[in-house]
């Protein structure tokens, strides 16, 4: 549960998803400690999974440009590396530089 729930909470503000709506999902960590330890999904668990997943597959953070590249940005972190799909959009004087994330 700790890795879906971080994974998540990562794009939890893109697509909408509250604090309290993962609540149901948050309580599954609580009790033995041990990642190894057995879990059992509750029914307002199973609920919030659902929401998510729908959340998740009707909302987007932004549409791909067919007109522009599509690249890959590799993060370097000291724990574990990380990778953005994301496109270039540099515009007229008016628009700054914008890094549409996928």
Request: hydrophobic share 40%; proline share 7%; aromatic share 8%.
């Amino acid at each position: 549960p700790q890795k879906l729930l971080r994974s998540i909470n990562w794009v939890r503000p893109l697509v909408g998803i509250t604090t309290e709506d993962l609540s149901p999902l948050f309580n599954l960590l609580k009790g033995d400690p041990d990642l190894t330890s057995v879990r059992k999904l509750t029914e307002r668990a199973k609920q919030g999974l659902q929401f998510i997943m729908d959340k998740n597959n009707t909302t987007f953070a932004h549409r791909i440009n067919i007109k522009l590249p599509v690249h890959l940005f590799p993060i370097y972190n000291t724990f574990q590396p990380y990778a953005l799909l994301g496109q270039w959009n540099i515009g007229d004087a008016v628009e700054s530089i914008c890094l549409r994330i996928l």
